[in-house]
């Protein structure tokens, strides 16, 4: 009996393979794989609604990862309509194949987040990327971050996901440089500064010039940082700007070191977990009070949880096979 052949690949799973093409490490094929996907998604109506699926299933996924409630996600899932659900049913099984074969350790380890596929410029936990932008600005990298670029006649917008970027902006007088977070939008003519967004909370460290802080959700005028100075921002408010030591921050940055003063450390703690695979879980509130000046070496994370829990003897930092790390007060440690 003459073997069938198979039938050709589904668009579910053709999404799926674009999807495992704009993950790849060479910056230039991920390029060149998001004009794909995108003409792709264009030629038919039922291209761009399996990617729409196997988009919001990773959107699920990513919310699991992120919460660590899983019966949030699942009621989320419930709420969809019959046929919605037989769809994703669907587009899961496939993706969940293709990340198995492609890459095992996203759900679980979090190398990588599923929801930063489709960023412009992305970086792992050890790593430090140095980008050159259309209009010869440069931004570094550093830690478990995504960002998208918009550069045109009229903008130069940097849009950070999550993490942290150091920028370096090229003069143009024409068009306002912008980089916008969930909660904030910052701009500058000519600059440089980093911002970080982690949990909700945008920071803004000014190491040359100024620049402009407009909050998304606030009412009320943009704030002016100046060099020398740090903000910090939410969806709840804005605090007032504070003296930053911009000389030894940005020299930090150079040396893959984190320089703090007076920081709390929690904060301290986010910005070490984006540097270490397997992060690092904690209770924030329980380490508020906790308040940080030091130099710790960010390539070099655990090290980095040793001198914090050498300073501070309340502390209690523990680590499973060498990747998952918790840290908390001693006393709560012993309880577990």
Avoid: C, N
């Avoid at 230039?28 to 998604?41: D, L």
């Avoid at 990617?51 to 709420?79: K, N």
């Avoid at 921050?249 to 986010?270: I, K």
């Amino acid at each position: 009996m003459p073997q069938t052949r198979r039938d050709a690949a589904t668009p579910a799973e053709q999404a799926a393979a674009w999807l495992v093409r704009l993950s790849g490490d060479d910056p230039a094929e991920r390029a060149r794989s998001r004009q794909g996907f995108a003409a792709w998604k264009s030629a038919d109506p039922r291209h761009a609604q399996a990617a729409v699926r196997i988009e919001a299933f990773i959107g699920q996924v990513q919310a699991v990862r992120e919460t660590g409630h899983p019966a949030a996600a699942r009621a989320a899932l419930g709420a969809a309509s019959a046929g919605r659900r037989a769809g994703l049913r669907r587009a899961a099984g496939v993706v969940a194949l293709v990340f198995a074969v492609a890459a095992p350790g996203w759900m679980v380890l979090g190398a990588v987040s599923p929801s930063d596929l489709l960023a412009d410029v992305r970086s792992g936990e050890a790593d430090w990327i140095e980008r050159t932008l259309p209009d010869g600005s440069r931004i570094t990298l550093s830690g478990a971050t995504a960002v998208d670029l918009r550069f045109d006649a009229a903008h130069r917008t940097v849009t950070l996901r999550h993490g942290d970027i150091r920028v370096e902006v090229a003069r143009d007088a024409t068009r306002p440089f912008a980089v916008v977070t969930p909660v904030a939008r910052i701009v500058a003519l000519g600059t440089r500064f980093s911002v970080s967004h982690d949990r909700g909370t945008t920071g803004v460290e000014m190491f040359e010039s100024k620049v402009s802080v407009q909050p998304l959700a606030a009412t009320g005028g943009a704030v002016v940082v100046r060099a020398g100075e740090r903000l910090d921002l939410g969806r709840h408010g804005i605090g007032e700007p504070q003296h930053l030591d911009a000389a030894r921050v940005e020299d930090g940055w150079r040396r893959r070191q984190l320089v703090l003063d007076d920081r709390p450390l929690p904060e301290v703690l986010a910005q070490l977990a984006r540097h270490r695979p397997g992060g690092i879980r904690y209770d924030a509130d329980r380490l508020r009070d906790l308040r940080v000046s030091a130099v710790l070496p960010l390539d070099k994370p655990d090290e980095a949880l040793a001198l914090l829990q050498s300073g501070f003897p309340e502390l209690k930092v523990r680590t499973l096979a060498g990747r998952w790390a918790w840290v908390g007060l001693a006393d709560q440690a012993a309880k577990k």
